[in-house]
């Protein structure tokens, strides 16, 4: 009988991550959405300077990274689906009768899925940067690497997205249930900070919902409380205890 290592557990999670066509083709919809938006926003900014005078103070170095915003759905989505769609066929069981401890498998699918999407998020938002600051050259306003804060902005980049598609990952082992999850995942996202926004302590709260903390890492100029490292330390925070408790509830209750 062949033992059970993390080498063959980690080998069999990233045989199951390229093998699906709706992981390929959701990782392809991200990276288009950094990479196509970086090129399209500065080239909407520039055409729209007819004057030839852009902006005072233009941030191309966010523009040119705009696309995070909805890449960010994208990953996170990827995340819950590598887990909930093994409950939704049945396979979990099967996975877990070759792997009896589970949390094996729940390290595995995170370790290998924060490194493909941490390495094609990076890839991914160096190009949307080189391609979106070559359009602002022709208006004078482009950034460099060199620049203060511009190369922690665009690595930050490819460790936001890392962390969304662990913490959609997480939200996946907690529900067990793709719907749910990405239901979750958008509530978090997009339906919390609108009713945070409403409450009376909604300016001291929203900076610490974590989109909005994590996205400080690609901030180059942010009046933000929480700074680059912290934000992106409170993001990770609510990553590793959504993950905890995914991890004791794995053990705990039946595939």
Request: hydrophobic share 55%.
């Amino acid at each position: 009988m062949t033992a059970v290592t993390y080498p063959r557990v980690i080998a069999s999670e990233l045989t199951k991550l390229h093998s699906l066509r709706s992981s390929r083709l959701s990782l392809l919809i991200a990276l288009g959405l950094v990479v196509g938006l970086g090129v399209l926003v500065p080239w909407m900014s520039v055409s729209s300077w007819r004057d030839g005078t852009p902006t005072v103070g233009y941030n191309a170095v966010e523009r040119s990274l705009s696309g995070i915003y909805l890449a960010q759905i994208a990953i996170g989505v990827l995340g819950a689906m590598v887990i909930t769609g093994e409950y939704a066929t049945g396979s979990i069981r099967s996975t877990f009768a070759a792997v009896p401890r589970r949390l094996p498998v729940l390290w595995s699918k995170l370790g290998v899925f924060l490194v493909v999407t941490l390495v094609l998020g990076t890839i991914a938002s160096v190009l949307a940067f080189v391609a979106g600051q070559a359009i602002f050259s022709t208006k004078d306003v482009e950034a460099s690497f060199g620049d203060p804060h511009v190369l922690r902005a665009v690595l930050g980049c490819g460790l936001f997205l890392a962390a969304m598609g662990a913490f959609g990952l997480a939200l996946g082992a907690l529900l067990r249930n793709t719907a749910a999850a990405i239901t979750a995942l958008t509530m978090v996202l997009f339906v919390v900070p609108v009713i945070v926004d409403f409450t009376p302590k909604g300016d001291k709260v929203a900076p610490y919902l974590p989109s909005q903390a994590g996205l400080n890492v690609m901030s180059t100029v942010s009046s933000d409380p929480l700074g680059p490292w912290s934000g992106f330390g409170v993001l990770c925070a609510y990553v590793v205890a959504t993950i905890a408790v995914a991890a004791l509830l794995l053990v705990r209750r039946d595939a």
